[in-house]
């Protein structure tokens, strides 16, 4: 970097600038503050650590904190049980209808976890289907699905694809001569699996298991709905910042920042690791699926088989329920398009409140996120590299607090965005563009700068090169990074819940609410439009992009 | 059309690193003219700073009497071939030449006519539809000349062109960039780490080293006078041997290591009693009838059809390396056998010992 006869001021300082001004707004300020509020007493006598003698003093808050890291770790540990070995699986063997089930499995990977939360209460709830059915045809008892168990059992189900899709990822790019050389060398079987392969994915499963760490602990909706008793932390949090008992958005910030504090400590211990195992390989020889033959072949396929099963069963039953006849709460006799019709009368501002946020967001976050993406790849200076950190933060950052601080920073003030369309969309743009940014990055890397400067050459200046040779060069990128960003974005609540009003209700919300209020069969009719708009757009995505997987 | 390029006292330094310290060179009109060097001496970074990538912070850089240094570089008006081609992989081979053209407010037959000429110029005429991943790497590197002249720039600027390619189409790539850029007559300054190719393809070459440049010379000369050793030693091989000046004069008595005598002319006036480099390539050895020259003892042979290579033991610690053309010799000596060989006095370089620089009469760095 060179100043020399002051700093020319171009398009992309001013795109620096754009992203300062953005993230600082929106990220740094409401970060800042809580920071600050999480010093300060509800007297305002400056700073103090009461709140977090408070949270530290009290069994109740202690016993949140232990919850939440409790059940996000064995959550953690049983999706890493079951992803890898099913990405094993359906790599080294051949599975039929394994596209479909891939398909599936991103589904419910995508879909929000608050409605996997729902359709197992319905299904094994106090009065579930299939509790009762167990009930009245042999007389057993199921076991409680509330608390613990059934927080643990929909993150399991939601978000071993995570790293199923991870595991599969780094398999996939694992040459297959390293097994040839390791069996050349007498390494078999399991000896082979443990000896070279594992140690070589671990890497990627570690990165997987953070997200799911992160997203499992920041996750209000399934705690909220099945935990019943068993608080975690973002329940806390809402808890003190909305109820009317509580309504301290100091001790919540606290809370937040202990829970940031947790979740940056994770990431960054993950990323230390990472940095130093770090294996490369040349992929001269992708791996090809083997054909499986007799008990191990038919065994392969029920395992795989039936953990698509379970990951999809939430969605298909939800599908399944929303055409049945409902009597005010009740469920009624019967199948029929009433849900949808009192959905349509009822929340349709909902379903047209969605698309409308949706869009604005997801333009956005394709522009802000081709253009930073470029900053933080190739115009490397102390900027760009402060950019590649707010991009990241997010990550970190539950969306409760998110929503929490975003509003506590702009509820007053000289900018008041509280209760305004552009809070959510801000919102939206700040937690999901990083993976626009990521993977349009990520190709951007693979490309020679030297296009660029050939651009140059040819008497192009910085705006035209970029719009007519390196952007169109980022396209695959910037769309498979736009599908996961759309997708997330319709699908938002945590956040949302903070943020809207009544009339900027979206879907998730809607669900959530209906949910709450025993409107069952509306909120199932909800999940539906909204499934079907995400199955809708990820085939849509495979088609355009002629691709059979979306990149993580 | 073609320019001089003028690059006056230029520096440049990465912190504390310095990657050009104060180099001038002239770059005339119409000529082919080399970098040459080892990986790391700057000739990247000079070629980047004529382009614009690379900012010039000391000196000046100037096409023709116009200093560049702060104009930026889409507005410098040169072609550059990259050493990965840099092809536009969205852009058909026709797309990829056209597009420096239709930034240059031309009528659209005209642009066409262009692209058809200069396609047809470095025959790529039948992939004029194809996208850069259907094309070999020869293919890719005429779209990338084609693309650079195309627009009829002041100065073409290459970086390894052929660095990418295999041996084979490297020389047939070699002779075409040598034609289309005599055809044209462009400024070209090109840059490469290939001794050959430099020797092979320019009008002159400067061989550089850590920043400086050592020698600006045309081809013959750069390999048979080289200034200093590490000119000698970057170009071709050659065998380092010490010796005495004898005596001085006119003609000059060297005795070697070996305690031959070697007389020769045309060197700068030297001291009697001075010791002095003596640098012999392996071709510039002769055999010699028993008895006469230097006497050594064959410690390797090696057959390579053209040639024979031996390893000599001639008693000066090192091995030395002798070449011998098969069809001038009467017949091959084994390992182990005693050979007596002299040096061609008319071929081989003499360098100072403490400054390394050549004691030959009349040979210049031309570091300007």
Redesign the interface.
């Known amino acids: 970097m060179s100043f020399k006869k002051g700093i020319r001021f171009d398009f992309w300082s001013f795109v620096t600038v754009l992203s300062m001004v953005f993230f600082g707004m929106f990220l740094v300020v409401p970060v800042g503050r809580m920071v600050i509020f999480a010093f300060q007493g509800k007297e305002d006598v400056g700073f103090t650590l009461e709140n977090f003698v408070k949270f530290f003093s009290r069994a109740y808050y202690r016993k949140a904190l232990f919850n939440s890291l409790k059940v996000v770790l064995l959550a953690t540990i049983l999706v890493i049980a079951i992803g890898v070995p099913l990405a094993y699986v359906t790599t080294a063997f051949k599975i039929r209808g394994k596209r479909v089930i891939d398909i599936l499995i991103i589904i419910s990977m995508l879909s929000p976890p608050f409605i996997g939360a729902y359709s197992w209460i319905l299904m094994l709830g106090r009065n579930g289907v299939i509790t009762n059915f167990v009930k009245d045809v042999f007389g057993w008892k199921m076991p409680d699905i509330y608390g613990f168990t059934g927080i643990l059992l929909v993150f399991t189900l939601k978000l071993f694809p995570y790293i199923y899709m991870y595991t599969k990822g780094a398999l996939k790019k694992m040459d297959a001569s390293l097994g040839e050389a390791a069996e050349s060398l007498g390494y078999h079987g399991i000896r082979k699996v443990l000896g070279i392969s594992l140690p070589l994915i671990a890497p990627t499963v570690l990165a997987g298991a953070t997200i799911v760490f992160l997203r499992a602990f920041a996750d209000y909706g399934t705690p909220r709905l099945i935990g019943e008793g068993y608080s975690t932390m973002p329940v806390i949090i809402y808890q003190e910042w909305v109820s009317e008992t509580g309504n301290n958005a100091y001790f919540a910030s606290a809370v937040a920042l202990i829970m940031m504090l947790v979740a940056a400590v994770v990431f960054l211990l993950q990323q230390r690791i990472s940095g130093r195992k770090n294996y490369s390989m040349s992929l001269l020889n992708p791996p090809k699926p083997k054909q499986l033959k007799g008990v191990s072949n038919f065994l392969a396929h029920g395992l795989v088989y039936l953990v698509a099963l379970l990951a999809t069963l939430p969605q298909i039953y939800i599908v399944c329920i929303s055409f049945r006849n409902t009597k005010g709460v009740m469920w009624a006799e019967g199948y029929g398009f009433g849900n949808y019709l009192t959905v349509f009368s009822k929340s349709g501002a909902s379903i047209t409140n969605t698309f409308k946020f949706s869009l604005i967001a997801i333009v956005i976050v394709v522009v802000m996120g081709t253009l930073f993406a470029y900053l933080t790849v190739r115009r490397k200076n102390i900027f760009s590299k402060v950019l590649d950190v707010f991009i990241m933060f997010p990550y970190v950052i539950p969306g409760t607090i998110f929503g929490l601080i975003l509003l506590m920073s702009y509820n007053s003030g000289p900018i008041v965005l509280g209760g305004t369309v552009a809070i959510l969309i801000i919102a939206y743009v700040v937690r999901r563009m990083p993976y626009t940014v990521r993977s349009s990055a990520a190709i951007l890397r693979q490309i020679s700068p030297s296009i660029d400067e050939a651009s140059a050459s040819l008497g192009y200046g910085a705006v035209s090169t970029f719009f007519y040779v390196t952007m169109p060069v980022m396209i695959p990128g910037i769309v498979s990074g736009a599908i996961l960003s759309w997708i997330t974005i319709i699908n938002e609540l945590s956040s949302t819940l903070m943020l809207y009003t009544s009339k900027t209700t979206t879907m998730s919300v809607a669900i959530f609410q209906e949910i709450n209020r025993g409107g069952y069969g509306t909120a199932a009719a909800l999940s539906t439009i909204l499934t079907v708009t995400m199955v809708a757009s990820l085939l849509l995505f495979f088609k355009l992009t002629k691709s059979e997987d979306i990149d993580l | 059309m073609a320019v001089e390029i003028h690059i006056k006292n230029t520096m440049k330094k990465y912190e504390d690193n310095i990657v050009i310290k104060d180099l001038s060179v002239t770059i005339n009109e119409g000529e082919l003219f080399t970098l040459l060097g080892p990986s790391g001496c700057g000739k990247t970074t000079l070629l980047r700073m004529i ?3 690379n ?1 010039v ?1 000391h000196g000046t850089i100037a096409f023709d009497r116009t200093v560049i240094n ?1 104009i ?9 071939v ?3 081609y ?5 852009m058909t081979v026709y797309r990829n030449i056209e ?2 053209l239709k ?2 407010h031309l009528a659209k037959t005209e642009i066409a006519k262009r692209v058809e000429e200069i396609m047809e110029t470095v025959q790529i005429t039948p992939f004029r539809d194809r996208y850069p991943d259907k094309l070999s790497g020869g293919q890719q590197q005429r779209v ?1 000349l084609a ?2 002249i195309a ?1 009829r720039p002041q100065v073409l ?1 290459m970086d390894e062109p052929l660095s990418n390619l295999d041996a084979k189409l490297r020389l047939e790539m070699r002779e075409a960039i040598r034609e289309i850029q005599k055809k044209i007559g462009i400024t070209t300054v090109y840059v490469t780490h290939d001794q050959e190719e430099a020797l092979a393809i320019s009008d002159r070459i400067a061989i550089m080293n850590k920043g400086d440049i050592q020698q600006i010379e045309i081809p013959e000369n750069i390999y048979s006078r080289p200034y200093n050793t590490f000119v000698a030693d970057f170009i071709g091989h050659s065998n380092r041997l010490e010796a005495v000046v004898e005596a001085a004069g006119e003609m000059v008595k060297l005795k070697m290591e070996t305690g031959a005598v070697v007389e020769m002319k045309g060197l700068k006036p030297l001291k009697q009693g001075c010791r002095v480099l003596v640098y012999v390539r392996p071709e510039e050895f002769v055999l010699c009838p028993e008895g006469k020259g230097m006497k050594g003892k064959v410690l390797v042979k090696q057959f390579l059809g053209k040639y024979i290579n031996y390893l000599m033991d001639l008693g000066t610690g090192a091995p030395v390396e002798i070449s011998m053309d098969t069809n001038s010799v009467e017949r091959i000596c084994k390992p182990g056998e005693s050979v007596w060989v002299s040096v061609n006095t008319d071929r081989i370089n003499i360098f100072d010992i403490d400054t390394e620089v050549t004691l030959m009469r009349g040979v210049e760095n031309h570091v300007l």
């Open positions: 382009a614009g990538f900012s912070e702060d930026p570089v889409h507005k410098r008006n040169f072609g550059m990259f050493q990965n840099a092809i536009f992989p969205n597009y420096g930034n240059k990338a693309r650079a627009v600027l």
